[in-house]
């Protein structure tokens, strides 16, 4: 009886312990992000404009060719991985890859202007169709990715700042 009364009370002890470390566990995950932000991949118009607006993600990846008669305009600070403790960064996956990252189909984004304003905006993978119209620091065109048009600064900081290792079949200026 002495044991079944001892093993009750040791139940009783640990079960205190596990709910008070569990409670502060949750305690602990109230610091979590309500929302994380993921990729964005599209097929279509709609969806690569909304995902490019200020309110988009911070990487656009394309499923298929796409054709947008209006300029468009990429917008917003956004972080990689969507984490603020990271560097500000977005990307435009003009292709699809593999699992291992290895680019396996490459897609066109035909534009009349595409205007960058997010900074660090890499361009990856695929062709632009279009001319695109640099408004913000640090853009980056892969080697994989090609501008099939100009590609325009707003100003000589804007190209310091750029890394151009794609191919521009136009013109490379400053406004």
Same mark, same amino acid.
């Given at each position: 009886?002495? @044991?079944?009364?001892?093993?009750?009370?040791?139940?009783?002890?640990?079960?205190?312990?596990?709910?008070?470390?569990?409670?502060?566990?949750?305690?602990?995950?109230?610091?979590?992000?309500?929302?994380?932000?993921?990729?964005?991949?599209?097929?279509? @118009?709609?969806?690569?404009?909304?995902?490019?607006?200020?309110?988009?993600?911070?990487?656009?990846?394309?499923?298929?060719?796409?054709?947008?008669?209006?300029?468009?305009?990429?917008?917003?600070?956004?972080?990689?991985?969507?984490?603020?403790?990271?560097?500000?960064?977005?990307?435009?996956?003009?292709?699809?890859?593999?699992?291992?990252?290895?680019?396996?189909?490459?897609?066109?984004?035909?534009?009349?202007?595409?205007?960058?304003?997010?900074?660090?905006?890499?361009?990856?993978?695929?062709?632009?169709?279009?001319?695109?119209?640099?408004?913000?620091?640090?853009?980056?065109?892969?080697?994989?990715?090609?501008?099939?048009?100009?590609?325009?600064?707003?100003?000589?900081?804007?190209?310091?700042?750029?890394?151009?290792?794609?191919?521009?079949?136009?013109?490379?200026?400053?406004?």
């Amino acid at each position: 009886m002495k @044991s079944l009364l001892k093993g009750i009370v040791v139940i009783g002890i640990s079960a205190t312990v596990l709910i008070a470390c569990s409670t502060e566990d949750e305690a602990s995950n109230n610091n979590e992000p309500d929302v994380v932000t993921t990729a964005s991949i599209v097929n279509d @118009s709609d969806a690569f404009l909304n995902a490019v607006s200020e309110d988009g993600e911070w990487i656009i990846a394309t499923l298929d060719d796409i054709s947008i008669e209006d300029d468009v305009i990429i917008a917003g600070q956004f972080h990689q991985r969507g984490d603020q403790a990271d560097d500000i960064y977005r990307k435009l996956a003009l292709y699809e890859q593999d699992e291992d990252r290895n680019i396996t189909e490459t897609h066109t984004l035909s534009v009349s202007t595409l205007t960058v304003q997010s900074e660090n905006l890499l361009v990856q993978g695929g062709t632009i169709d279009g001319d695109v119209l640099v408004e913000e620091n640090g853009f980056t065109l892969h080697e994989t990715a090609t501008i099939d048009g100009n590609l325009i600064f707003a100003n000589a900081d804007f190209e310091a700042s750029a890394t151009v290792d794609g191919d521009v079949t136009g013109s490379i200026e400053v406004e």
